[in-house]
């Protein structure tokens, strides 16, 4: 069954940067979106960015904008996030999550969250 | 961008109680909305999708209703297990939006 696992996440100081991955199994990776959604400690959830199956399209919260990158690798069936210049607000966790139909995708299936903090 | 406003942000219910929650999209969004249950330390589940079709496993208790800018997620008769909180979120435009959240609680 599909199956999504994150890490990478951990304590860093604002001004650094941080890369999380997303290791996919159990579907074809190569033919969904794929997305990436936080959670600030006690809040809502926030969409962050979105990477097209094909990887020619991506899209970004204004709030991450210029300071954060999505990609993918198909041989390793990973996702990515590079997170650069991070700021203290962008303390949560960071989920992936599997994007389903037409553009924009809506998220079916999320994976269990790999928690950044960024603090000094 | 388009702001989901969900409503109630709490809710007190027993076990057995019909529960609705509400969100209502700045603009028209057509039935593209999700519904999703997240419990303390999980991630969140699908529930509905295309504001009207229940995911696969979720049991038939759960039901969404609605299109362009009102929908609704029903509980029929709420369960233990169903005491969580309760999102929607919008896929009609980028950037996606979530409502604010409906935490429902034991009364």
């Known amino acids: 069954q599909e199956q999504l696992v994150e890490s990478g996440g951990g304590v860093v100081q604002p001004g650094r940067s941080l890369r999380l991955s997303c290791a996919a199994s159990?579907?074809?990776?190569?033919?969904?979106?794929m997305h990436w959604v936080r959670q600030a400690p006690g809040k809502g959830l926030e969409w962050v960015a979105v990477?097209?199956?094909?990887?020619?399209?991506?899209y970004y919260a204004d709030s991450v904008k210029g300071r954060f990158t999505i990609s993918r690798d198909y041989s390793k069936r990973t996702l990515y996030l590079q997170m650069n210049s991070l700021r203290v607000e962008d303390t949560a966790v960071f989920y992936c999550?599997?994007?389903?139909?037409?553009?924009?995708?809506?998220?079916?299936?999320w994976g269990q969250g790999t928690p950044v903090t960024v603090s000094s | 961008d388009i702001q989901m406003t969900q409503s109630p942000s709490s809710l007190s219910a027993s076990v057995g109680d019909r529960v609705t929650i509400t969100c209502r999209a700045s603009?028209?969004?057509?039935?593209?909305l999700g519904w999703y249950q997240q419990k303390p330390g999980q991630a969140p589940k699908r529930l509905i999708y295309?504001?009207?079709s229940l995911q696969s496993g979720v049991p038939s208790r759960f039901s969404g209703s609605g299109s362009g800018t009102e929908f609704t997620l029903t509980i029929s008769s709420l369960q233990p297990e169903d005491f969580a909180t309760y999102y929607c979120l919008q896929h009609n435009t980028y950037p996606l939006t979530f409502g604010q959240g409906t935490r429902v609680e034991i009364k």
């Open positions: 999550a599997r994007g389903v139909g037409p553009s924009p995708p809506l998220i079916d299936y």
């Open positions: 990477i097209s199956y094909d990887g020619d399209t991506k």
């Open positions: 295309a504001a009207s």
């Open positions: 159990g579907f074809t990776f190569s033919s969904y979106a």
């Open positions: 603009q028209g969004i057509r039935h593209d």
